[in-house]
Every structure is written in C-alpha cells, then in structure tokens.
C-alpha cells in the first residue's frame, strides 16, 4: 500500500485479512476524506409544465416533480427527502396511492372522487385536503376527472432503503380536512391579531397523533399560508426545504435567492434549504399558498434556523 502525507488524499481502506463475510464488509475512512464529501446542491425551481400536464387529464396517472438527475440521487426527488407530484384520475377510472412512504399530504386541485383507504372510505372534492398513510391499501376512484397535488417523504425511505409501518404503530393515520372546514378554520385565524413574531396570518395543519408536535406527520409540516393584497412577507429563511403549491394568486411571485419566481395557476415552487426567499402579492385579492416542509425532521433535531433578514 502506497503511503500519503495527507490522510484527506487517501482512497476507503479495506480489512487485510477478513475471517469472514462479515468482517469482509467493513470499510475505513479517516477524519481527513469521511468528511469532505461533495453533493450538488438543491436546486431552486417553479415547475410549471407539469400542472398544465396533469390539467390536460389526457390520462391516469402521476406527473412527478423530480430532480433527482440534479440532485444526483437513484430514487425520484423533488428535494432530498420528499417528493411532489401530480395525480391524474378521469372519470370512472381509478388509481393505485398505496406509495412506499411514511405518509403523503394531498390537495384535491378540482373533481370529485371516491377515496379507500384501507376499510375507511369518504368522497374528496376541489379544496380538501387528506393524509394517506404509507403502505396502506388505497384507491381514488373518481365520479368525475379529478387532479390531486401530492408530497411524500418517499425518498426518505428510497434513501434508508426501508418500510412503512403500516400497523397500530404506524405513525400516521388516514386524516381528512374538507375544504369547508380549512376555510372555517382560515376564518378563525384571520379573526385574531398577528403580531411581530407571527409569520403572517397561515393555518397549520396537525392530527391526532402529531398533535404534540404541531405537524401534520412526524418530518412534514404543512401550512395554508396567506399574503393580503398589496403586500409581502419578508425575507427569511429556514434550514427545512420547502415544496410550495400555488393555490390562488394573480400577480404574486416568490424570490428564491436572487431569482423571481411568478406565481400561476396550481404550480409547484421549491425553496432549497437555508435559501433566502420572500413571497409577494401584487394582486387586489388574497393569496393562498400551500407550504410542505421536511421541518418536522429539524424540529425534532433543534435545528430548524427560522430567522428573518
């Protein structure tokens, strides 16, 4: 074996002489090369040819917002740990959403449809919101074309190479929010005063078996955030990725570091990590904006870094 001066220049170090298959496995590394690992980073993006694919309803099926080409992963990847997607359900057929993820969060975007989950069943409509478990039998079978927007923490699991838990145990149950209610909900907190350290008037949404964590599952938060006309909220930053849905907004765009994103009907935004960004409303009605985060991860870990600039 050949000797460096600098252990950072030095390749993985096998076992010399392993016993068995086990210890033929182990691999060594030092403090100078484990560390200086080079991953590109997340990109910041609006996707918008694919909602105005999935609107086109020409077939059923899902429409993925990936970037895992430039984010060099193996597995489709909106950000490193979740993904965002498009459902498209004509009517009178049906679609498979069993997914191998510890949950997703849906939007019905518009249509109408029949929604199985395991034994449970409800009809979803434009504006409801839903949690499905990961790993659970579901189907949405729709009475009329429907279009769903969708984030999962499947690359989480695609990553750690494992399972839902799909039992009592499971960390998420099936939840429903219908559109009524979040716009009742929306009411109350428009109904109360933010004050300086408020991050503007927005509903959080939660379950019963988060609650304690105000997070809808264990690593995603999901807010309704609102912006009144003619105005905007401030630069900031978090150390969570962020996937945004456009629910309502005419003109308004988002800043992600030095880049305008405009706003349009139904399109997916992603704030990478500890990117800067701002979202402004230029329009003379309220803005609606769906926010899905990996932040329950960095709550969890003490780590989430909110602060405006």
């Not at 923490?153 to 145990?169: C, H, R």
Request: glycine content about 6%; hydrophobic content about 40%; aromatic content about 8%.
């Amino acid at each position: 074996m050949s000797i460096t001066n600098d252990m950072a220049e030095m390749p993985v170090q096998l076992p010399r002489d392993p016993a068995n298959a086990a210890e033929a496995r182990s691999r060594y590394f030092n403090s100078g090369n484990a560390f200086n690992i080079k991953l590109p980073p997340v990109p910041g993006h609006i996707f918008t040819d694919e909602p105005a694919q999935a609107l086109a309803l020409k077939t059923t099926g899902f429409i993925n917002c990936d970037q895992s080409d430039k984010l060099e992963c193996a597995f489709p990847a909106t950000t490193p740990l979740m993904l965002a997607r498009y459902a498209t359900v004509k009517a009178g057929e049906a679609l498979d959403v069993t997914l191998n993820n510890t949950a997703s969060i849906w939007y019905v975007i518009t249509g109408r449809a029949d929604l199985s989950v395991g034994d449970e069943k409800v009809v979803v409509h434009k504006g409801d919101v839903f949690v499905l478990p990961g790993g659970r039998v579901s189907t949405i079978s729709a009475s009329e074309a429907s279009v769903f927007w969708a984030v999962g923490n499947d690359p989480q699991l695609a990553f750690d190479a494992s399972e839902p838990m799909t039992d009592s145990k499971a960390a998420v149950s099936f939840v429903h929010y219908p559109a009524d209610e979040i716009a009742h909900q929306l009411d109350v907190v428009y109904g109360s005063n933010a004050n300086a350290n408020t991050s503007g008037h927005a509903l959080i949404f939660s379950a019963e078996k988060t609650e304690a964590a105000r997070n809808i599952t264990p690593t995603m938060t999901l807010s309704l955030n609102t912006l009144k006309p003619r105005s905007e909220q401030p630069p900031h930053k978090h150390n969570s990725a962020a996937i945004t849905l456009v629910v309502n907004g005419d003109p308004a765009y988002s800043m992600v570091a030095d880049r305008q994103c405009d706003w349009s009907p139904w399109a997916t935004l992603v704030t990478p990590p500890a990117a800067k960004h701002s979202h402004h409303n230029n329009g003379d009605t309220r803005a609606e904006f769906l926010i899905v985060q990996d932040g329950g991860l960095y709550y969890h870990a003490r780590t989430m870094g909110f602060e405006y600039y």
